[in-house]
């Protein structure tokens, strides 16, 4: 299998929201476990370019969680669907590596990405 080690960036950012049955505990130790994965095969260390793991719920005023609701409600998603599903935030501008990006939202993990514009 080829893997890239490029990055997906750009000046704005974007947020991984993952299946209700996954913990916080349990998306932070994959996403360490990608990481260590991707360094041991690249043999180059690397960084998730992820920020830690929260749970999201109704933003009540905070700025982070007001970009997440109004980009699924510009795709006709009711944010409420995902409330207590585990978000990751990329950091540094959506400078995730593409490989942890296509593993995030790949069959086996089936996390879904939002892009954040403007």
């Known amino acids: ?5 490029g990055f997906v960036s750009n000046s704005s950012s974007g947020s991984f929201i993952f299946p ?6 349990k998306v932070t ?10 360094t041991k095969i690249s043999g ?7 920020a830690d ?3 999201f719920t109704d933003h009540d005023g905070k700025q982070r969680y007001w970009v997440l609701e109004e980009t699924m ?14 978000v ?3 950091v540094k501008d ?3 590596p593409y490989s942890i990006h296509q593993l995030l939202e790949s069959n086996e993990v089936n996390a879904r990405y939002f892009h954040h514009s403007g």
């Open 1 to 5: 299998m080829k893997i890239r080690t």
């Open 20 to 25: 209700k049955e996954m913990t916080i505990e």
């Open 29 to 38: 130790e994959l996403i360490l476990n990608i990481e260590k994965f991707i």
């Open 44 to 50: 180059t260390p690397i960084y998730s370019g992820l």
């Open 53 to 55: 793991p929260r749970i």
């Open 73 to 86: 409600k510009d795709r006709k998603i009711d944010p409420k669907d995902y409330y207590g599903c585990v």
């Open 88 to 90: 990751v935030d990329t």
């Open 94 to 96: 959506n400078s995730c």
